[in-house]
């Protein structure tokens, strides 16, 4: 059992959004579901909490209502293994009302921060040729999405 588990506080969309989450990963699933018991009048019947693994690492769900809401303090982390992986995500995690943010960075729909960058990425940006990191690493802030042939590219090619 994997010791410590992240929860994400969510309101009513909870099924929504964990089911959507789980859809985008492989190896991922929910585990199981509770529900509001029926001495809680408003909530009576809803969801409260469902555990659920993406890519094997478990989170937990919480309906808690509105009164929380995300930041950009906390995201989720996504190492992709290729462009088109990023690409994959990115769409998935932007559409019907996610935004982009910069350098990896967006928020899908549900408000929750995350990162999509291709694994190769800190080979460039940390790279054992400083001028050329240098040089990835001013190409990638000017990003919203990682284009890792463009962070390749800046990488090899002084100017």
Do not use: H
Not at 19 to 32: A, C, K, Q
Not at 76 to 87: K, P, S, Y
Request: hydrophobic share 40%; aromatic share 10%.
């Amino acid at each position: 059992m994997q010791r410590t588990v992240t929860c994400l506080w969510m309101d009513d969309r909870i099924d929504e959004a964990v089911n959507f989450y789980v859809s985008l990963f492989p190896n991922s699933r929910v585990l199981d579901i509770s529900y509001y018991p029926d001495s809680m009048e408003e909530m009576a019947g809803k969801t409260l909490v469902i555990n659920f693994e993406l890519d094997r690492t478990r989170y937990m769900a919480l309906n808690g209502g509105p009164i929380f809401t995300y930041s950009e303090a906390i995201s989720i982390f996504v190492n992709c293994a290729n462009q088109a992986e990023v690409d994959r995500l990115w769409d998935a995690l932007t559409a019907n009302g996610g935004s982009e943010s910069q350098c990896g960075w967006l928020k899908d729909r549900f408000g929750l921060s995350w990162q999509i960058v291709p694994t190769e990425m800190a080979s460039y940006v940390s790279g054992p040729d400083k001028a050329g990191a240098d040089r990835a690493m001013q190409a990638m802030l000017k990003m919203s999405k990682i284009d890792l042939a463009t962070i390749k590219e800046a990488y090899a090619n002084a100017a």
